[in-house]
């Protein structure tokens, strides 16, 4: 399990060792998981972020110990969010892949779509259960009311290392900031290698130039 230690650091520093990581939450018998392929960096002294519109009950998290869970509604569902080094500062988990091993089998994914639905009410595809904020805390359960300002436990919900660091990283601009409010700048990382899956693609955007638009890391 991923300890305060790791969230306190850098958000852009997290939000980037955050891929590859594994989030794990216990739903009655069974453990889903979901491998994290896009964050977001948040940092108090920037006007995207919640906490630069000042401290509230509803933010504490964000003012919390590194490593607290931030959860809130995104137009009416739940998304979740850490909190990093400085106080204030957050990462975003943007979105993620089903994951499957010993202790989150194969079948558990068949849970993830029951929550997780399409709007049809049809099984979602599996590569899209978890690709976007809302999305991910559905298909994983995870709510405001159980989950924000609390920290991580590894017997219900943890985040959990599988050393896997993924071998390039995008680093572009975050998703939904208006344009007065620090659009510019390139807080989000995506995993290259499942790029297709995350919330909006770069790779795939037009207009999108690399080097202008999008840095690939490695």
């Not at 305060?4 to 060792?17: C, G, L, N």
């Not at 993830?112 to 595809?125: F, I």
Request: hydrophobic share 35%.
């Amino acid at each position: 399990m991923l300890t305060p230690d790791f969230f306190a650091q850098d958000s852009a520093i997290v939000a980037q060792a955050l891929l590859g990581k594994v989030l794990r939450h216990r739903y009655k018998n069974s453990w889903l998981a979901a491998r994290i392929i896009e964050t977001e960096a948040y940092y108090l002294t920037e006007k995207a972020s919640h906490s630069s519109l000042g401290y509230t009950e509803t933010r504490k998290a964000m003012f919390m110990e590194p490593g607290t869970i931030y959860m809130y509604y995104s137009r009416g569902q739940d998304s979740l969010n850490v909190s990093c080094g400085n106080e204030g500062d957050a990462v975003l988990i943007k979105a993620a892949i089903p994951y499957t091993d010993t202790l989150s089998p194969a079948e558990n994914i068949k849970i993830m779509q029951q929550l997780n639905p399409a709007n049809d009410g049809s099984p979602r595809p599996i590569n899209k259960l978890c690709s976007g904020q809302t999305l991910l805390c559905r298909s994983l359960n995870l709510k405001v009311v159980n989950w924000n300002q609390k920290q991580f436990d590894q017997k219900h919900f943890y985040i959990e290392d599988i050393d896997h660091t993924p071998e390039k990283i995008i680093q572009t601009t975050r998703l939904g900031i208006h344009e007065d409010r620090d659009a510019h700048l390139m807080y989000r990382f995506v995993d290259f290698e499942f790029s297709k899956f995350c919330t909006s693609n770069p790779l795939t955007k037009r207009n999108y130039i690399e080097g202008v638009d999008y840095k690939i890391l490695t």
